[in-house]
């Protein structure tokens, strides 16, 4: 039982279903078979940009440009199919989830080299290449919204996993097929960190990059597959925001990196790396996007999203030193 109450999950858990019962007290249409499924909706996009993120966080890093570069390369994928005119739907959506996700994974792995080879300071140069990356796309591109989408995207965000309706007030509720995706990659995740070698070795990466580097672990690799993998991963979800929306914008992706990086932390997360479960990051996602999804029932206005985000990395950041503090005490009495 002390083990479970040392847990983050388990105060993540406890937190979720008290606040579940607070908005329901508030206001009873909140707890009902729709709200479920957009929660469900909602989490997809987070959810898998988080997953990525996570990798990155453990190995000692962190990454603010993932929106940009994947607004830079979806918004292209989306502009090329156009001019492509391809009449075939299943191919446009299976073709632009490829083009996004390869041209993601490029532009993140320019992240990871200079990085993990050249030894540069993640925060400074993804905050460089976030703002090359949304400056090309605003300035050199010219980039604006558009309602029109090659053929297939429309249907592909129209298809419907399962479809619920509410007794109470009438209302209909469709959970997209993009869920699974997320669940599979909540599963290849934890593989990766639970039962191989690379998994342990972004643990100790993060852990201790010097003692990780005695023992024999590639550092430079294991940093550079980590903004790989959240180049991919951010691809997928981009390609999924796009599809769900049937709706392609520049900004539609950009300004949900604090939303991210939030709920890595919340869950647990160290953002010195080495620290950290898929378990606990989606348990945060899935409170993030309450919260988010609540503040209508509870007539809160939505500027506070930003407020409750900003509270996250602070105090997330704030226990987990504090948990450093206390551990690294342990070790030097013991």
């Not at 990454?63 to 009449?87: C, H, K, M, P, R």
């Not at 996004?100 to 994974?105: D, N, Q, Y």
């Not at 985000?309 to 030097?332: C, D, E, K, P």
Request: with cysteine.
């Amino acid at each position: 039982m002390k083990k479970i109450f040392h847990r983050n999950e388990t105060y993540l858990t406890l937190v979720i279903v008290l606040y579940c019962f607070v908005v329901q007290m508030s206001n009873s249409m909140f707890f009902s078979v729709t709200t479920v499924v957009n929660i469900l909706n909602n989490m997809i996009v987070t959810g898998i940009f988080a997953l990525g993120m996570l990798l990155v966080i453990l190995s000692g890093s962190i990454d603010v440009s993932f929106a940009s570069l994947v607004a830079l390369a979806s918004y292209t994928g989306v502009q090329l199919f156009i001019n492509l005119g391809s009449e075939n739907g299943t191919a446009n959506v299976i073709g632009l989830f490829i083009f996004v996700t390869v041209s993601s994974i490029i532009l993140s792995m320019i992240n990871g080299y200079l990085i993990g080879y050249l030894k540069l300071p993640s925060l400074i140069i993804t905050l460089g290449t976030m703002n090359i990356s949304y400056g090309f796309l605003m300035g050199v591109m010219d980039a604006t919204a558009q309602n029109r989408l090659p053929i297939g995207i429309n249907e592909y965000g129209r298809k419907a996993l399962l479809t619920v309706q509410s007794m109470e007030t009438g209302r209909s509720a469709s959970l997209n097929y993009s869920f699974l995706i997320m669940i599979a990659l909540v599963i290849l995740t934890s593989w990766i960190l639970k039962y191989t070698m690379l998994g342990r070795g972004i643990y100790a990466v993060g852990g201790n990059e010097t003692a990780a580097r005695k023992s024999g672990y590639n550092v430079k690799r294991i940093k550079l597959f980590a903004f790989c993998y959240l180049g991919a991963l951010a691809g997928i979800a981009g390609t999924i925001k796009i599809c769900n929306i049937r709706y392609n914008a520049p900004e539609i992706l950009v300004g949900s990196e604090m939303d991210v990086i939030a709920a890595v932390v919340l869950g647990g997360a160290s953002l010195s790396g080495g620290k950290g479960t898929v378990f606990g990051t989606m348990l945060a996602v899935t409170l993030i996007t309450i919260v988010n999804n609540s503040l209508n029932f509870l007539g809160v206005s939505g500027y506070w999203q930003s407020l409750f985000t900003g509270l996250i990395i602070v105090i997330g950041t704030s226990v987990t030193s504090y948990q450093s503090f206390l551990s690294g005490n342990r070790v030097a009495k013991a």
